[in-house]
């Protein structure tokens, strides 16, 4: 495919390699977070961190929308189809995620509730349109990507006066979960995991633009590399920070700018800001109440906020005791460490939000981590 | 969940809809977000949407960078 086969070349990949290894002082270290499960999910599944010089190490961030959606606005959700009779409608990748219970929407569905995977928010704005008769809620999750198609299906239903479609509002917030990574006591007091830098999401910044991240740069001196979603793009990214680190800078730079730009895309932000507006506070699985983190709907477009239409009260669910999500989300602990990985908690039997979804930090590592073994570093099969 | 490809516009609709190509597979999706991309065009397309437009000349300039950093120093021309 255009644009992204050139991105996997094997050549040009180990030329990075050699790069990053030459460049990278001996006995330095250079820790870079990667906050986005795109990212997580392209180091793991090409091995990027076999490529790299022992004292070059990434940390996995939480950035897997489906990672950190917590219990209880699952639950919100499995109660609205199971006890308010609505069709509820969501993308495949939250069907499976572990509920209150044992329950997941997936289980939901089976037991009866009329629970339906939908490809874009537009379909749940159609499938809304086609039985009138129902009340439709569309479960919208993600980060600053998937937010403005969701703010254009709730603007196109109140002008067109879908009285039945309403949106369980999820939607997060980038900057914020970074700052409360920075900010977390774990890695203020403990001082266990110092981050030498970030690499910076890609799509996300194509709507938000590289400008949000000059902040802390600034105030954390933590220098950002905004980076695509293929492996050269994370390599090339990699190169940049251990460069930044060994100059002693604190900037943001733009790997991808065939894509973002410093401003990003600015009808979708006006979009945004005309139907969302920022939540003092919401409850990040692994994280945990994070403020100014998250969007709700505002008041003009009350109708269609199934939490106003419903009056959801949000009851918080603690997690799984054993599961050390949080810990392995800042940078304190790696998957193995967890004594459940693997064994009780697998993709297909997930315990805690890091194994759900391919781009959380566990089930990477569970599905191409055994790899890792290997002689013959999987990049070889994987770009060629 | 965050997976988005870049795709190829093909043709323009009515609705602001666009036919797209991504790697061979067409697709109609959404350039509501977008503005003034016409056929030919890349896009980056995510849960049904075109969420930002692709460099070409961008691209072309990030793959000769990456190349010219895997070369030995003074190997360069
Ligand atoms: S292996 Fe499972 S239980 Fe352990 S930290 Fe990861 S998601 Fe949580």
Known sequence: MKYVDEFRDRELGRGLAAAIAREAVPGRRYQFMEFCGGHTHAISRYGVADLLPANVRMIHGPGCPVCVLPIGRIDLAIGLALERNVILCSYGDTMRVPASNGRSLLRAKAEGGDIRMVYSAADALRIARENPAREVVFLAIGFETTTPPTALVIREAQATGVGNFSVLSNHVLTPAAIVNILQSPEVRTLGTVPLDGFVGPAHVSSIIGTRPYEFFAEEFRKPVVIAGFEPLDVMQAILMLVRQVNEGRAEVENQFHRVVDRAGNQKAQALVAEVFELRREFEWRGLGTVPYSALAIRATFAAHDAERRFELQYQPVPDNKACDCGAILRGLKRPTDCRLFGGACTPETPMGSCMVSSEGACAAHYSYGRFRDRPQAPLAAEMA | ?77
Do not use: N
């Open chain 2, 1 to 77: 969940m965050c997976l988005a490809v870049p795709a190829r516009i093909v043709s323009l609709e009515a609705d602001d809809q666009a036919v797209i190509d991504a790697g061979g597979i067409r697709k109609r999706v959404s350039i509501a977000l977008v503005e003034g991309v016409v056929p030919g065009d890349y896009v980056i397309v995510h849960v049904g949407y075109a969420l930002a437009r692709l460099d070409p000349d961008a691209a072309a300039e990030t793959l000769a960078a990456m190349a010219a950093a895997g070369l030995e120093p003074g190997e360069l021309v």
